[in-house]
């Protein structure tokens, strides 16, 4: 025999637990592998339907999140401005007086304005940060608009404050 029919001879034919073959079987399928591939096909399908109502509930809950989101600040927005029209509403009226007043009226009437406007802030959350000067600047809580090197003077120390500043709590 020459060497291409000793190997034909012993290469081994695949066995049935094998993978299975690429090639297309002229042989009908039994009824126990049809029944076997339409429960595979039912698994599949059934697979397909809980995927796409899964993301169908994942866009409906993102939807929701993004209404809700929207609905909660407009809420705060509503809120918050509730609490301010009435100040500014004071303010028009300590203004509007000033014209039959004298000076010390319409200072006591805006300084009652800016004392609730305050206590409307704070009722928000909203904080008053004010260093004083020779405190030390904390960068998570200040903003340095410039610095001076002065060898007198200790570095990161608040020489001057030029505006206050407001932190939501």
């Known amino acids: 025999k020459n060497d291409e029919e000793r190997e034909e001879e012993s290469v081994p034919e695949p066995s049935g637990s094998a993978a ?12 126990a592998d049809l029944a076997a591939l339409r ?4 698994k599949a399908d059934e697979f397909e339907e809980n995927w796409l109502r ?3 509930d994942l866009q409906n809950l993102q939807r929701r999140a993004t209404r809700d989101k929207d609905l909660a600040r407009r809420m705060a927005v509503r809120d918050l401005l509730s609490a301010l029209l009435p100040c500014f509403d004071n303010l028009e009226r300590a203004v509007s007086s000033s014209d039959e007043g004298t000076p010390e009226i319409l200072l006591q009437g805006v300084s009652m304005v800016s004392t609730e406007i305050r206590r409307v802030l704070s009722d928000h959350g909203v904080e008053v940060v004010a260093p004083t000067a020779g405190e030390r600047l904390d960068p998570t809580r200040h903003e340095a608009v410039f610095s001076r090197h002065d060898d007198e003077v200790e570095e990161n ?3 001057e404050v030029h505006e206050k500043g407001y932190a939501l709590g």
């Open 39 to 42: 429960e595979q096909a039912a």
């Open 157 to 159: 120390l608040i020489l």
């Open 54 to 56: 899964t993301a169908a």
């Open 20 to 31: 299975p073959s690429t090639e297309a079987s002229d042989e009908p399928l039994s009824d």
